[in-house]
């Protein structure tokens, strides 16, 4: 397990630098600055540059900026004056995170319920409706959610806010935006992976025992889907942890996609390049949590390398 450890966190870490480099050089070599800005001085213009050092070549900047990171500082924000990258992070990421975990207990949820139903009940016209809410979610994009959410529920009936995040009821619709999608696709790969325990050949040899379906499900079946669905399940936790650009623009939530999209708006190098850094460090760790989990409960994963 050590040596397992040790490779994955190898991986990540050089998977970091490239991206980091990659991010660097691109970001460096849009043109402009970030202080074009049509009423700036050429003279301003020079001492700005001079300030956070866009004078110098990018190669020393990149070294510069590297150390930096080593320390644990993303720098400045180039466009909001005194702000660290830091602060801003930390500020932004308890609202990122209520909202991305709440998205995806509920996805989850509804995913396994819709996916469960829709095997229980395979040929009835229950799974019929369950595989049509469930193809209907992954058809339409989180933005219309939202943007009809908005305009139902939060304009026409005004049962819940449609900007910020000033009380709990705030967040019921962008969740409820960002948790449709996936709940499709966990209910489609439930039912999937159910359907397909089914046809082995122990459940044969259950049935003969004399268990029901219903036993069987319950205690043979959930381990194995749910293996099935965990790298589903990191890739989306990943993804609802790091920011949902769209959703938090739509619903105006300070988080860190909106701050994201604010950043390249405004071409602020230290904020794209710290909370691209940051993203960075969040897929990481989730992939490194769901790669231990698949090695602790997936024998054939346990027992890799061993002969």
């Known amino acids: 397990m050590i040596r397992y450890l040790g490779k994955r966190v190898g991986t990540g870490a050089v998977s970091l630098l490239c991206l980091i480099t990659l991010t660097f050089f691109l970001v460096h070599s849009m043109p402009g600055t970030p202080f074009d800005a049509g009423n700036v001085s050429e003279q301003i213009l020079q001492v700005l540059e001079h300030k956070y050092g866009l004078d110098q070549p990018v190669s020393v900047q990149y070294f510069r900026y590297m150390g930096m990171i080593f320390r644990g500082d993303f720098g400045i924000s180039m466009k909001k004056q005194g702000v660290a990258v830091n602060q801003l992070i930390m500020r932004c990421i308890p609202v990122t995170a209520r909202l991305g975990i709440s998205a995806f207990f509920l996805a989850c949820v509804l995913g396994t319920v819709l996916g469960g139903i829709g095997y229980r009940r395979k040929g009835s016209w229950i799974a019929v409706v369950c595989r049509g809410i469930r193809s209907t979610a992954?058809?339409?994009p989180n933005y219309v959610y939202g943007l009809g959410f908005m305009?139902?529920?939060?304009v026409w009936l005004k049962w819940f806010p449609i900007a910020g995040i000033a009380t709990g009821k705030n967040y019921v619709l962008p969740v409820l935006s960002l948790a449709l999608y996936p709940a499709g696709t966990i209910a489609t790969m439930v039912e999937a992976a159910l359907s397909e325990e089914e046809q082995k050949e122990y459940v044969v040899l259950l049935r003969a025992k004399g268990l029901t379906s219903a036993e069987i499900l319950r205690h043979h079946f959930v381990k194995p889907v749910f293996l099935q669905v965990?790298?589903?399940?990191?890739?989306?936790?990943?993804?609802?942890l790091t920011g949902c650009f769209v959703i938090e623009n739509i619903f105006t939530i300070p988080g860190l996609g909106r701050e994201f999209v604010t950043a390249i708006t405004n071409r602020d190098y230290t904020v794209i390049m710290g909370l691209t850094i940051f993203m960075g460090i969040v897929v990481t760790g989730v992939q490194l949590v769901v790669d231990i989990l698949q090695k602790m409960l997936d024998p054939r994963i346990r027992n890799e390398g061993t002969y």
């Open 138 to 140: 992954i058809a339409i």
């Open 151 to 154: 305009l139902i529920f939060g």
């Open 230 to 240: 965990l790298p589903y399940l990191g890739q989306l936790l990943a993804y609802l």
